[in-house]
């Protein structure tokens, strides 16, 4: 199967931007999602982006989008404590998502 | 938006006996469901797919006889853990997809501990 790679742990301030980035392997991926897993509960979609757009934004996410070398980042602006979870990004293959190992964001005060 | 509901949330069981992991797509009809499985600290694995009204397809190395799924109706995806061993001890979460809708609504997951 392909693999989704991304860092296990971020740490960032309270009001601070958070990137957190993520490399995928297969270049015939037609779409990249973020979800969010808060504790104890399911993975929530937070944004998708499809492979034939560098950068989508929505509020204060923004996604990037590197094709050539595989590479997808989730930045979000004014990071607040509600911010920490774990962010998962996985890539489509087929009908199922490949997930990476996902983030865990700490947000401190 | 789309609600999926997974049942239950956390089950301990002995070893030897059955699980079943109900996933139900409460306002929309999922055409297709998957199935994951989470290890501490590690990814989601796709366990198998199912289509309503046909046998799911599994992914390579997951036992089709052990990992019972079902996906009976539109509504309705079961997973069975049938006969578990304590290495079946795992977070299980369902996913559904309704036509070609890209987006996947996920289930809360159930966290299996077999003693």
């Known amino acids: 199967g392909e693999d989704v790679e991304q860092s296990l742990f971020l740490s960032v301030r309270e009001g601070d931007s958070s990137v957190i980035n993520c490399t995928y392997t297969?270049?015939?991926?037609?779409?990249l999602y973020w979800y969010k897993q808060e504790p104890g509960a399911g993975l929530q979609l937070l944004t998708y982006?499809?492979?034939?757009?560098d950068m989508k934004q929505d509020q204060r996410l923004t996604v990037l989008l590197n094709k050539k070398d595989k590479h997808l980042s989730l930045r979000i602006a004014d990071t607040q404590t509600g911010d920490s979870a774990i962010y998962f990004c996985?890539?489509?293959?087929?009908?199922?998502?490949?997930f990476g190992k996902g983030t865990t964001l700490s947000v401190s005060s | 938006g789309a609600v999926v509901s997974q049942h239950p949330s956390r089950v301990i069981c002995k070893s030897g006996t059955s699980v079943k992991i109900e996933c139900r797509s409460l306002?929309?009809?999922?055409?297709?469901m998957f199935w994951y499985r989470q290890f501490p600290k590690q990814s989601l694995m796709l366990m198998a797919t199912?289509?309503?009204?046909?046998?799911?397809?599994?992914e390579q190395g997951v036992e089709k006889d052990k990992f019972l799924i079902n996906h009976a109706s539109l509504t309705l995806s079961t997973l069975t853990v049938t006969s578990a061993h304590p290495e079946d001890s795992s977070f299980y979460i369902c996913?559904?997809?309704?036509?070609?809708?890209?987006?996947?609504?996920f289930g809360s997951g159930t966290q299996l501990s077999v003693l």
């Open positions: 996913s559904a997809k309704q036509g070609l809708e890209e987006k996947l609504f």
């Open positions: 297969d270049s015939s991926s037609t779409y």
């Open positions: 982006i499809f492979s034939n757009m």
């Open positions: 996985a890539e489509r293959e087929g009908t199922a998502l490949i």
């Open positions: 306002d929309f009809q999922a055409t297709t």
């Open positions: 199912s289509n309503e009204g046909s046998k799911a397809t599994y």
